[in-house]
Every structure is written in structure tokens, then in C-alpha cells.
């Protein structure tokens, strides 16, 4: 199998764990309509050093990280998790714009670059300007 086909099949294996409570090792509390994320600590802290330094202070099984004060949408922040699960595959017209500040708030530098890559296939320089200054660079 080539080097190509193993990196597929992994993300595609990592995928699938996304939100599942039975193998998940914390939880992020998102939203003040008690929205909760299953997640992995391992694969969060590979991704976003901010998210790993907060799962860092916690101690515990199970650790929670309540993100409630800043995340407010469930299901912006639900979409930018399941894209460090599946390597930027839903990255789409209708979430690029949310994905690409999170990504610059969480620090997560391949989705960055991901999200304007696909902002600059996608859209028009005058749409694709104004996304980009919207999101704070």
C-alpha cells in the first residue's frame, strides 16, 4: 500500500472517532444550551497548542473544558473539531469563513492555510478579500 493510501486510511480511522463518549478521553462544553463535544486530548493538543495548554491544567479521567464564555455556536465549533478529525475534509462555501477564525484563534496553522487556499479557488478577489480581513488578518 502507498505512503498515500495508509495516510487516507489513518484519517479516515481518526475520523470516525469524532464525538463518540465510549473512547473519548474529555469533553469541550460549548454553548450556554449545554452543547457537548467528545473528543481526544492527544489529537487536540497535535493540532491547536491553545486547546493543548487548557487540556493541560486540567487534571482527571475524564477532563472537561468548558469553553462556554468564548464559543457560543455549537455548531460552528462542532464543524472546525470534526475538521482536525478528517485533515479539512468539510471544509465547504457555507463554514470556510467560521473555520478560518477558528483556526487563527486555536492556532491550528495547517487549517489556516487550508481555508485560504480553498477561499482562493472559491470565491471572488473581492469576496475572498472581504472574508479574510473579517476573520482578523
Not at 460549548?30 to 493543548?52: D, F, N, T, W
Not at 470534526?82 to 487549517?111: H, M, P
Not at 480553498?118 to 469576496?127: G, K, L
Request: charged share 25%; with cysteine; glycine share 6%.
Amino acid at each position: 500500500m502507498a505512503e498515500t493510501e495508509w495516510r487516507n486510511l489513518i484519517w479516515m480511522s481518526i475520523g470516525k472517532q469524532f464525538n463518540k463518549p465510549a473512547l473519548s478521553d474529555c469533553v469541550l462544553l460549548v454553548s450556554e444550551r449545554s452543547g457537548r463535544i467528545y473528543a481526544h486530548k492527544l489529537l487536540l493538543s497535535l493540532h491547536s497548542p491553545v486547546l493543548g495548554r487548557q487540556l493541560d491544567s486540567r487534571h482527571g479521567s475524564k477532563q472537561e473544558l468548558d469553553l462556554s464564555e468564548t464559543e457560543k455556536e455549537l455548531e460552528s465549533f462542532e464543524e472546525f473539531i470534526q475538521c482536525l478529525y478528517n485533515n479539512g475534509e468539510t471544509i465547504s462555501d457555507d463554514n470556510v469563513e467560521s473555520l478560518l477564525g477558528k483556526a487563527r484563534i486555536y492556532q491550528v496553522r495547517w487549517l489556516q492555510t487550508k481555508c485560504l487556499s480553498y477561499i482562493a479557488r472559491q470565491f471572488s478577489n473581492e469576496d475572498a478579500l472581504y472574508m479574510v480581513i473579517s476573520q482578523g488578518f
